[in-house]
């Protein structure tokens, strides 16, 4: 599958932005997708990720983005989706996601990328 992000700017503090994640064929629908994000000079890290199904989501274990940041996901539209809310400087990064055939929801592993959208956050 192939995979297209978009949706990132230029915001302000507190602000939200939705990325979106569109997948090239129906087979979207069988893939878990993951969120990442990669701020300059920083390793990459894990957001989120969703359930094939739409039913499940899990979220990075550190405090960073939870309850801020809500990841869902349309089949019928091979879309997935990053809400962002409250947003701060410190989620500037780019954003990536990601997709895997493996059933159970996870931080690695992912086989499938896009290709990334800019988010900047200005305080």
């Known amino acids: 599958v192939q995979l297209q992000a978009s949706g990132g700017g230029s915001v302000e503090t507190g602000g939200s932005l939705r990325l979106s994640c569109v997948g090239s064929?129906?087979?979207?629908?069988?893939?878990?997708i993951g969120w990442f994000r990669q701020a300059p000079g920083k390793e990459r890290e894990f957001v989120g990720a969703?359930?094939?199904?739409?039913?499940?989501?899990?979220?990075a274990e550190s405090d960073s983005v939870k309850g801020r940041f809500t990841i869902s996901r349309d089949n019928p539209k091979n879309t997935a989706f990053l809400q962002m809310n409250n947003l701060k400087p410190e989620d500037t990064a780019v954003y990536y996601c990601?997709?895997?055939?493996?059933?159970?929801?996870?931080?690695?592993?992912?086989?499938?990328w896009g290709q990334g959208t800019q988010v900047t956050v200005s305080s």
């Open positions: 064929d129906r087979a979207f629908s069988n893939y878990n």
């Open positions: 969703i359930h094939w199904s739409g039913f499940s989501t899990t979220y």
């Open positions: 990601a997709a895997t055939l493996v059933s159970e929801l996870r931080s690695f592993g992912y086989e499938y």
